[in-house]
Nanobody, 124 residues
Framework: QVQVVESGGGSAQAGESLVLSCAAS????????MGWFRQAPGKERTWVGA????????YYADSVKGRFTISSDDGKNTVYLRMNSLEPEDTAVYYC?????????????????WGRGTQVTVSS
């Protein structure tokens, strides 16, 4: 069993920054990819980005590229999402998930274990 827990959410004004953390514990061997997703009120969940635990290669959605940065610690079980230049459109519940390494890192069906989410609210 694997547990995934997000933290660091909160409120911010446009232009400010926030850093989210994702800690994965349990039997994580073989789960080489960790991803971030978000879901705004009344909208479908969308992919934000991902990182490969073995290679540290990162992937980003076009909507956040250049503003958001994903990184991991030395043990590869903690992932961070740094969000710079926040916009009101970034308001959403942010989810962290882990799964097997696949060709398309944006495919949420390939992620097996999910956190419960953390709220990020950005005001203008």
């Amino acid at each position: 069993q694997v547990q995934v827990v997000e933290s660091g959410g909160g409120s911010a004004q446009a232009g400010e920054s926030l850093v989210l953390s994702c800690a994965a514990s349990g039997r994580t061997s073989g789960l080489y990819r960790m991803g971030w997703f978000r879901q705004a009120p009344g909208k479908e969940r969308t992919w934000v980005g991902a990182i490969s635990r073995d290679s540290d290669r990162t992937y980003y959605a076009d909507s956040v590229k250049g503003r958001f940065t994903i990184s991991s610690d030395d043990g590869k079980n903690t992932v961070y999402l740094r969000m710079n230049s926040l916009e009101p459109e970034d308001t959403a519940v942010y989810y962290c998930a882990c799964g097997k390494s696949v060709y398309d890192p944006s495919n949420e069906s390939d992620y097996i274990y999910w956190g419960r989410g953390t709220q990020v609210t950005v005001s203008s």
